[in-house]
């Protein structure tokens, strides 16, 4: 809409939009559990309750990864499907704001939620995350 589409081709056009990124995976022979407080962890996105059970890892560096302690790469995804309430909103002309906060409140993964996930699971750092995805 910003390039001058009406809103009304962008609404009836777009059925889905999807958003990647790349984040270094931490290298499994030398993963380590990290010391991360816990309001670092509520300041990047995680709930009170999440921090309770969230571990955090990184990698120290060994002859596998030539000593970085990352091997390979994980993605982080972002898939925002239209449905008729978006759709509703963008023939409105609702900011993307608003459509973001519509699509969480529907189900969709944000970027850094996803990131916080791989995360937890320990394929990757907090570090990365943040560094890759805004709040």
Not at 38 to 46: C, E, F, K, R, T
């Amino acid at each position: 809409m910003n390039m001058g589409i009406e809103p009304f081709l962008v609404a009836t056009s777009v059925h889905l939009i999807c958003a990647q990124r790349l984040t270094r995976r931490i290298c499994a022979d030398c993963k380590v559990e990290d010391e991360v407080g816990p309001q670092v962890l509520i300041d990047a996105g995680y709930t009170p309750e999440e921090v309770k059970t969230t571990k955090v890892y990184k990698g120290v560096g060994c002859a596998t990864c030539g000593n970085k302690g990352y091997k390979g790469r994980v993605g982080l995804y972002e898939v925002l499907e239209i449905t008729d309430e978006l759709r509703e909103l963008i023939l409105v002309g609702a900011s993307a704001l608003e459509l973001k906060r519509k699509a969480i409140d529907q189900g969709m993964i944000s970027l850094r939620r996803s990131g916080l996930i791989k995360v937890k699971a320990g394929q990757t750092t907090l570090e990365e995350v943040i560094r890759e995805t805004v709040l």
